[in-house]
């Protein structure tokens, strides 16, 4: 089974920083791009920001110019540095690939998050 361990999440001020990292299984670093996702109270998961295995990265228009994603292919660690950040930032953090692999297979679940929560 594929193990996903998110952490650095924490309770920030509007306009603050914080980096999450996130432990993959080499079963899928290895070969598929990679992405954080985020669920807010009430709200259906999103995809924020994805990285493929060169180092391409993309990202929702809602934190684009404030989010950076990036991978360390020799640690199986996904990161994400989140600046300027805003109470709508606030939600559940999670690691993952792609969500066509996630549908496809049956082994990859989603792992315990990390909570991001922005105070005004």
């Known amino acids: 089974q594929v193990q996903l361990v998110e952490s650095g999440g924490g309770l920030v001020q509007a306009g603050g920083s914080l980096r999450l990292s996130c432990l993959a299984s080499?079963?899928?670093?290895?070969?598929?791009?990679m992405g954080w996702y985020r669920q807010a109270p009430g709200k259906e998961r999103e995809l924020v920001a994805t990285?493929?295995?060169?180092?391409?990265?993309n990202y929702a228009d809602s934190v684009k110019g404030r989010f950076t994603i990036t991978r360390d292919n020799t640690k199986n660690t996904l990161y994400l540095q989140m600046n300027d950040l805003k109470p709508e930032d606030t939600a559940v953090y999670y690691c993952?690939?792609?969500?066509?692999?996630?549908?496809?297979?049956?082994?990859?679940?989603w792992g315990p998050g990390t909570q991001v929560t922005v105070s005004s």
């Open positions: 990285i493929t295995k060169g180092g391409s990265a």
């Open positions: 993952n690939t792609e969500p066509w692999v996630i549908r496809r297979d049956s082994e990859v679940h």
């Open positions: 080499t079963r899928i670093f290895s070969i598929f791009a």
